[in-house]
């Protein structure tokens, strides 16, 4: 049995989830639920769960509060939102789970075989903390999760050089040359990172603008980057990323 909570401060969404885990997913338990931040932290401290469903916005606090204030993290959390494209960054850069209002049973059944299917729920932690970091305002370096074969870790993302694609999957290189292999297409990093100084200079180069040392003129052109690295500019993308790079 999968036992969830749920922290969301309008009855409407809180009744909607019971009543599709009720009549779709009978080895899922709604156990508990909170109406605000205050209850819900009560709540996480005091209760035995899997999953925790979190609504982003419940004024004049959010569920970000509750995160900061609980004394235990030891439980997977798929956040519920609204299309909030600062929220889902950070959420989406900390490898944690989302739903968008107004999900499905579909949507649902994913998150559950996503739980199901990790041999391991003990990791929520270093997610979480990446998700505070990167909230903060004060904090000016954001960092994303980079998922390889060992897990998760966490980096800088001003310390990436480029990001090669190989097919599925995706090589992150780093300033200090470090390499990781990630299972993602490189389109995801594109979307990801479209907020920040990176260009897809090419199919298989999604590029740090930062890291331009020089541009070297030709029917594409080529770019080398700091760490010494040469690549070619597609011709179909040369006015676009000297476009970018100018505003840089």
Do not use: W
Request: aromatic share 10%; charged share 30%.
């Amino acid at each position: 049995m999968i036992n969830c909570i749920v922290i969301e401060d309008e009855l409407q969404h809180r009744e909607y989830l019971r009543d599709i885990i009720e009549k779709n997913f009978p080895d899922v338990k709604l156990a508990a639920e909170a109406k605000s931040v205050i209850e819900g932290i009560q709540l996480v401290n005091n209760s035995v769960f899997d999953i925790l469903f979190l609504d982003v916005r419940m004024p004049p606090l959010s569920g970000f509060d509750v995160l900061k204030s609980v004394t235990r993290r030891d439980f997977e959390v798929v956040f519920t939102t609204s299309y909030d494209e600062y929220a889902l960054e950070a959420i989406k850069f900390s490898a944690l789970d989302f739903l968008l209002k107004p999900y499905s049973v579909d949507d649902l059944k994913t998150t559950f075989e996503k739980f199901r299917n990790k041999e391991n729920h003990l990791h929520t932690a270093p997610k979480i903390d990446n998700l505070l970091h990167n909230i903060n305002p004060v904090n000016q370096k954001k960092r994303i999760g980079l998922s390889d074969k060992n897990g998760i870790e966490f980096y800088e993302i001003d310390d990436i050089v480029y990001c090669k694609s190989d097919n599925a999957y995706t090589t992150v290189f780093f300033d200090n040359k470090k390499q990781v292999v990630t299972s993602k297409p490189i389109r995801d990093y594109e979307k990801e990172l479209s907020n920040f100084p990176f260009y897809r200079i090419h199919n298989s180069y999604l590029i740090n603008l930062n890291k331009v040392k020089k541009y070297i003129r030709g029917d594409g052109g080529q770019v080398i980057l700091t760490d010494g690295t040469t690549l070619d500019v597609a011709r179909n993308k040369k006015e676009g990323f000297l476009h970018r790079l100018n505003e840089v």
